[in-house]
């Protein structure tokens, strides 16, 4: 890679900062979202089952524009591109609120996760760049960054549902905001480049064997976050029978516990290493699950909630982590997994919503608490090796064995 010549420490320490703001504004857009999408169903009157099926539609949109991400990259260099991606993603927030019925709102979803799809992928990828440079792991509190912005957004959302706001005058005004906010923030991140004659990425790369559990684990907590992100806040109005606020603020204390779990997340993996805190973890997560589906009390749901947050937090930076030491082809492996828990993360408020109509939210919540449960016997897949630049232990990224990942490769996804 190319560009940046000024590799300094306080260049270096910039540069963090801004890409760890370009993550909070990614989250923000989410956290937004999400806490709108009970008036969203409301207002193009759709049934669970109907409006599973309208989540469905960003995976479909993420799934074709992902693999464009990185040859944008290629063609407009790190910076530009992600200046590019991130505005169309912070923009799109305008559109789901405007749908008046079902086909729009497939139609507008799908360029939603398009969006989101491609500057997730342009902004990990840099991320990871800048580890790679600074010489020691910042993923988890990038991802953590990108937690407290979903929860920026979803406590925004809190106050407007809570106010009776119309969500198409609060997503025009968020979104305006977010893409000034964003624009400015990506002025400080690396400009990277491809070397000049290098061959633009593959469309499609299948992942490596020793990549599939790895992407199972990661599958399972970013399922658990994706159903508890878009449907928390359904579940207490339609199961618990809350008013909207309250409502809303069950996807606050998600995002709230997700996003201090992840900015502490490093200390505690070196502390106890990769293996047990995902076990714990999963204990964690497990217990909040069932908290959901067993306590027929809005206090017992929301910290149920915030438990499965807690305890699903620091999965994913470890399964990418892990995933770059899988074998002999690390950036094709972390581009596998990237694959596969984002898919995940996307599929999972549809299949949420077909499981709620053909049974009931409790029963598709009780799948969720399942597959919390199978972190805690899939975490040895997760041991790892030393951190950057150090010896032992069972902490540390994959820039620590596999080398730089090129910025045309998807590396990491949303937590």
Not at 238 to 254: C, P, Q, R, Y
């Amino acid at each position: 890679m190319t560009g940046d010549t000024d590799l300094s420490p306080a260049r270096l320490r910039h540069a963090r900062y801004a890409i760890a703001a370009v993550f909070c504004t990614h989250g923000a857009v989410t956290g937004s979202f999400a806490t709108r999408i009970p008036w969203i169903q409301e207002h193009a009157q759709l049934s669970p089952g109907t409006l599973g099926l309208a989540l469905a539609a960003p995976a479909v949109g993420a799934a074709l524009a992902m693999p464009l991400a990185g040859r944008i990259n290629h063609w407009l260099g790190a910076r530009a591109a992600l200046r590019a991606l991130l505005s169309l993603w912070t923009l799109s927030l305008i559109l789901p609120s405007l749908a008046p019925n079902l086909p729009a709102l497939c139609f507008v979803l799908f360029v939603y996760g398009a969006t989101a799809g491609m500057s997730d992928v342009a902004m990990n990828a840099l991320g990871v760049e800048t580890e790679n440079r600074l010489g020691r792991s910042i993923m988890s509190s990038l991802h953590g960054m990108w937690s407290v912005g979903a929860l920026l957004g979803s406590a925004a959302g809190t106050v407007a549902a809570h106010a009776g706001a119309d969500a198409r005058l609060h997503h025009l005004v968020a979104a305006l905001i977010l893409t000034a906010g964003g624009l400015f923030a990506v002025q400080g991140v690396l400009d990277l480049r491809a070397d000049q004659g290098a061959q633009a990425p593959p469309h499609f790369a299948l992942p490596p064997k020793s990549a599939l559990l790895i992407g199972a684990v990661g599958f399972c907590a970013v399922f658990a976050e994706g159903a508890s992100l878009d449907w928390s806040a359904v579940y207490l109005r339609d199961v618990l029978h809350t008013d909207a606020g309250l409502a809303a603020a069950s996807t606050t204390a998600f995002a709230l516990t997700m996003a201090v779990a992840r900015l502490v997340g490093d200390r505690v993996v070196d502390r106890f290493g990769a293996v047990r805190t995902v076990r714990a973890g999963g204990v964690v997560a497990t217990v909040g699950g069932l908290l959901v589906v067993g306590v027929r009390h809005p206090a017992g749901a929301l910290a149920g909630f915030g438990l499965i947050g807690l305890g699903i937090a620091v999965v994913v930076p470890l399964a990418f982590a892990a995933a770059g030491r899988s074998g002999p082809a690390p950036a094709q492996a972390i581009a596998g997994v990237a694959t596969i828990t984002y898919t995940s993360g996307l599929i999972a408020p549809s299949a949420i919503g077909a499981v709620a109509d053909a049974t009931s939210l409790v029963v598709s919540f009780g799948l969720v608490t399942l597959l919390a449960f199978a972190l805690i016997a899939g975490a040895a897949v997760l041991r790892q090796g030393p951190p950057v630049g150090q010896a032992g232990g069972d902490r540390g990224g994959a820039a620590a064995k596999s080398g730089p990942v090129g910025l045309d490769e998807p590396a990491q996804t949303r937590p």
